[in-house]
């Protein structure tokens, strides 16, 4: 799944609302899957991946999240999840900025044989460089799912029915205010602000109305 | 040229989607264009081939989906004879418009627009079905994207920014934009009403007083804050209130 951000397909596999559906049919919880691959979808409006920027990684994370919070009833599951989540986000976004550095290295070493028009060379290269990113990606997965391990026994004691609704509360507001800043600074100040206030509006009404 | 265009821009649109796969702060894309535009120029003569495959594999970045112009109209020049030192220049004169354009048609445009829908249905309880279509919708756009644009590169050449003034990408970038804004404009309340429904009363207005202070500081100190740190910092706050809060 950690492949797919950036080095292939690109088919969108990692998104969160993916990854955290996908996670969440494989351990038996589509819905707290799907929940979290909202509030991490939100948060994924805060990045626009173009050029060189650093971003962090919300596919694994969700996948963190999800076998952190399944199972557990209610919000319980959610915030706790979330804050697992996080955490693996911000190591993936490390760990995707150490393997460009290692890949530059790799590439800065190899440039006589690269100027010298060698298909295989390249290839060789090219192929190693996705393969670091599979290991990277597998690493990161690992972590994540090894803090949900270290994280779920909180669920059963130590966290109060109260503490795991704080801290789903945080998270929610974090993902609508990082999905809200992200978004208008893709609309910008032109025509498309009205086109969002529209939107906006629209949303609330129908959020009104479900109640 | 004609067995080329059959199997070499098959084998190139393949390779095409593992075009980052070697990203560097050195070359960018530049290995995997370079990778990706081999198969199109094995037809080359001995002389000519290698220095094309390592022309091909010098620095490169543009959107991922567009790349395949530059790489169709490199070897397409590099078939036609075109001095090397012109088809870099064709390659530097892509990295910016290719980019630009690949941003906010798809990064700006097409993705959000379809994740925001996606939102909006789950919310209303479409589940599992609405994930799967986002992902098939979303791939029918992008594989037509990385399709055209390999062919239009291969098919123009050096004169490909014809192909970039192509009325549909630019109609296209134009609906986008305000489909997009409104979209993930009526996500947002609805997602938080999907994500905040099963708190209590005092957890959902906590939410939404949160949201509004955290959306503040990210519109205040963006340069600074991140998403992730804003949540992350809110976590810790939730953690040392849930421990002193009697």
Redesign the interface.
Known sequence: MGVDL????????A?P??AG?VTG?IVGD?ATG??L???F????????????VRY?EYGPATLAAVATAHAAT??LGL?LG??VG??T??IG?VSINIL??L??R???AASPT??????RA??R??????LR?AVRAALVTAFGLFLAWLARPLLAGP??A??A???????????????????????GKG???G??????????L??VW?? | MAAVKGAGLGRALLRLFAVQGSYNYERMLGLGVGVAEEPLLRDLADGQYRPAVARGARFFNAHPYLIGLAVGAAARAEHDGTPPDQIERLREALCGPLGSLGDRLVWAGWLPFLSGLTLVAVALGAGLSAVAAFLMVYNIGHVTLRWWALRAGWTHGTRVSTALHHPALHKATALLGPAMAFVVGVALPVSARYLAAPFPRWGQLGAVVTAGVAFLLLRWRGDRLSGLRVALGLAAVALVVGWIWP
């Open positions: 950036v080095s292939l397909p690109q088919m969108m596999i998104r609302i993916v559906a049919a589509i799907i929940k691959g909202v509030m979808e939100l948060l994924q409006y805060d990045i626009l991946p173009v050029g060189a962090p209610g919000v915030g979330a804050l996080l955490v986000a911000l976004g460009r550095r890949n530059s790799i590439v800065h690269l100027e010298s028009g060698d298909p390249l290839v290269l090219h192929v190693g460089g996705v990113d966290l109060s109260r503490d609704i704080v801290l789903a509360t945080a998270a929610v507001a974090a993902a609508l205010a990082a999905g809200a800043a992200g978004t208008l600074r893709l609309v025509p498309n602000l086109w969002f206030a529209a939107g906006l509006g629209g949303g609330l129908v959020a479900l109640r």
